[in-house]
């Protein structure tokens, strides 16, 4: 089945800067769109950053001119390049995909197991 891995989370004082990488693998046929979603204990997932596979982008309000999502040429893997971090960045962050394993599977939300991010004050 596909697997959604990410990397790159990790310490970093205010004002710093991180670099997520995640990559899909096994079995599929297209992606739609790629994105990263961050949540908070106690809180609702929310969205932070999306790429669909024609390139179009779309970000949370709160991370607008500091946050920057790309893919590479395969559209299974996709990065955040996260600067100018605040303390209110700080949650886990999560991977996800949408889309299908073949032309008779229905498109699907595919989910990363998350990695943290810290901001210091």
């Known amino acids: 089945q596909v697997q959604l891995v990410e990397s790159g989370g990790g310490l970093v004082q205010a004002g710093g800067s991180l670099r997520l990488s995640c990559t899909a693998s096994?079995?599929?046929?297209?992606?739609?769109?790629m994105g990263w979603y961050r949540q908070v204990p106690g809180k609702q997932r929310e969205l932070v950053a999306s790429?669909?596979?024609?390139?179009?982008?779309n970000y949370a309000d709160s991370v607008k001119g500091r946050f920057t999502i790309s893919r590479d040429n395969t559209q299974n893997t996709t990065y955040l390049q996260m600067n100018g971090l605040k303390p209110e960045d700080t949650a886990v962050y999560y991977c996800?995909?949408?889309?299908?394993?073949?032309?008779?599977?229905?498109?699907?939300?595919?989910w990363g197991q998350g990695t943290q991010v810290t901001v210091s004050s």
């Open positions: 790429i669909t596979s024609s390139t179009n982008t």
């Open positions: 996800n995909a949408f889309g299908r394993e073949s032309t008779w599977s229905f498109y699907t939300n595919y």
């Open positions: 096994g079995r599929i046929f297209s992606i739609t769109r």
